[in-house]
């Protein structure tokens, strides 16, 4: 009994230490087993010195009705320890062939010598903003001047109001943005001299994450512009100054043209009553002729009066446009009589051509009409005798096309930009005999440009102009008041259409139009038209 007590304590052991090779041990970073590997040898061959003496010794010291089954279960017990061996020892084997797992610590790089090669001023801030490295290869310039930066103090010689800005930042990259920037004024320590007492300075700012991908630190670049923020500001000054002389010249010309059409309307109804004869034949031809003069000349500054108020409505934003639908052909037979007279008198053939699927647009009648007469008078006026005026009217899909041609003196290609801005005339030997304000054509751009439409103008000196006016035949292009939409008339800002459009002037070094091949020479040099009266309503380039 004491031998089987041995050999079932010494099993009990080695089943503790098979056990043991399940568990996984390192020693340095290297596996070893050579222990286990003892403890396996060991119990294997226990194991196999106990299988054949174990049930002898049962069956001399039990009945034998006892020691068959005692002996079959420590048979058993053996054939699984042998089993739990060989499993064990598989193990060891495919651990000592696999590759040994090396762990090596992370490699610190030194962004020193990195950092110095930036340029401008290069702070390194924590996730508080304080300063805890200065770089940077202008480092010394801006430390010349600056009190020392580290830790707060780069934070306490930022403008009050931009600190707060600089704060905003940094929580911004703390969030999760990666980069920002920023400007920012720098207080220069001693200098109360108006301007130079900040430097202006541009801040790109760059998260840095650490290890565990959350913010670790923000790299900060800083460059001197105070040189473009000064460019800046005088930029705006001008800007400003520039904005305040438009208003004033448009307020003078307001006020201007109201004086002068009080007198103009005496002018005007006198000089009606003595052409008339009313209170008496004048004495002589001489007398009819200067009555006569001063009549035309009164029409003439009414209509230059006109076009100035026109103007000064559409760039205070206050010209009223009314859409409603009208026949094509009434506005363009209304212009042929009101400057067919004037057309005759100098010689010039005025015809229009309407195409028939030209009947009605929606579109402010009034404003058409001046375009139009605006256009042709300024047509007649600088085409010669014998020449050429003609109007077309046709539709292009959901617009219509006014064009107006003539075989005039035409314009210069670099001349063309400089047509339709207010008071600007083309100069040249032809244009200097003809009077007028510059401001007709600048009218014509506004006008079309409050229905939405496009301005295209095409000229060769000496061959003739071509002027193409497009707006929409349903009024879709005219653009709604913003401040009161209950007004049915249209108010709409008119400085942007001021401004040259990228189709408004093209110059065709061929065949311009229909009314240009092979007739005089006559038209457009400051584009100064006129409209109902000889030169009463000389408007402009």
């Known amino acids: 009994m004491s031998v089987l007590r041995n050999i079932a304590g010494r099993m009990a052991s080695c089943v503790d230490d098979v056990a043991g090779l399940w568990l996984p041990r390192q020693v340095a970073g290297v596996p070893s087993r050579r222990r286990e590997v003892a403890v396996l040898r060991t119990v294997a061959a226990s194991t196999l010195i106990a299988l054949p003496i174990v049930p002898a010794l049962l069956s001399l010291a039990l009945p034998i009705s006892l020691a068959l ?10 054939a699984l320890m042998l089993a739990v061996c060989g499993i064990a020892y598989s193990r060891y084997r495919e651990e000592r062939e696999a590759p040994v797992a090396v762990v090596t610590p992370p490699v610190v790089i030194d962004m020193a010598p990195i950092y110095d090669r930036f340029a401008g001023l290069v702070t390194v801030h924590d996730i508080r903003g304080s300063v805890t490295g200065l770089y940077g290869r202008d480092a010394a310039d801006y430390l010349s001047w600056m009190r020392d930066p580290s830790g707060r103090g780069f934070l306490e010689q930022i403008h009050v109001s931009d600190r707060i800005v600089f704060l905003q930042t940094i929580d911004l990259l703390r969030q999760g943005t990666e980069r920002a920037t920023i400007d920012i004024r720098m207080e220069r320590p001693s200098v ?23 913010l670790d630190s923000i790299l900060v670049q800083s460059r001197d512009v105070s040189e473009e923020a000064h460019l800046r500001a005088e930029a705006a000054q001008k800007a400003k100054i520039a904005e305040q002389a438009n208003d004033a010249k448009t307020r003078f010309l307001a006020a201007v043209s109201h004086e002068l059409r009080t007198p103009l309307n005496a002018i005007l109804g006198f000089s009606d009553i003595l052409s008339g004869e009313y209170f008496g034949k004048l004495e002589n031809d001489r007398q009819r002729e200067y009555v006569s003069l001063i009549n035309q000349s009164g029409l003439h500054l009414l209509s230059v009066v006109n076009t100035m108020l026109d103007m000064s409505k559409i760039e205070a934003g206050r010209y009223e446009l009314i859409p409603e639908p009208f026949m094509v052909s009434d506005v363009v037979k209304a212009c042929e009589a009101m400057l067919g007279l004037q057309a005759r008198a100098k010689g010039v053939q005025l015809t229009s051509r309407i195409a028939r699927t030209v009947s009605e647009v929606n579109a402010d009648q009034r404003s058409i009409q001046q375009i139009l007469i605006n256009l042709v008078g300024n047509a007649i006026k600088f085409t010669d005798r014998g020449g050429l005026v003609t109007i077309d009217a046709e539709t292009s899909g959901g617009d219509m096309k006014l064009i107006v041609s003539d075989t005039g003196i035409g314009i210069a290609e670099d001349k063309l930009g400089l047509l339709g801005q207010p008071f600007v005339q083309i100069e040249n030997d032809y244009t200097r005999k003809y009077e007028g304000t510059g401001l007709g054509l600048s009218l014509v751009k506004g006008l079309v440009g409050l229905h939405g439409g496009r301005f295209d103008i095409r000229s060769r000196p000496g061959e003739g102009t071509v002027i193409t006016i497009t707006i929409s035949l349903d009024g879709s292009g005219i653009r709604t008041a913003q401040h009161d939409s209950a007004v049915e008339n249209t108010m709409v800002e008119f400085p942007p259409r001021l401004k040259e459009r990228t189709d408004s002037h093209t110059t065709n070094g061929n065949a311009v139009g229909p009314a240009l091949r092979g007739r005089g020479n006559g038209s457009a040099g400051d584009m100064d ?10 408007k402009t380039a």
């Not at 109360?192 to 959350?214: P, S």
């Not at 409209?531 to 000389?538: F, L, R, T, V």
Request: overall charge negative; some cysteine.
């Open 69 to 78: 089954p005692v002996g079959a279960a420590l048979v058993v017990a053996c």
């Open 529 to 538: 038209g006129g409209a109902g009266h000889d030169d009463s309503q000389a």
């Open 192 to 214: 109360f001299v108006e301007g130079e007492q900040f430097v202006y300075m541009r801040c790109e700012m760059t998260a840095i994450a650490g290890r565990d991908a959350a």
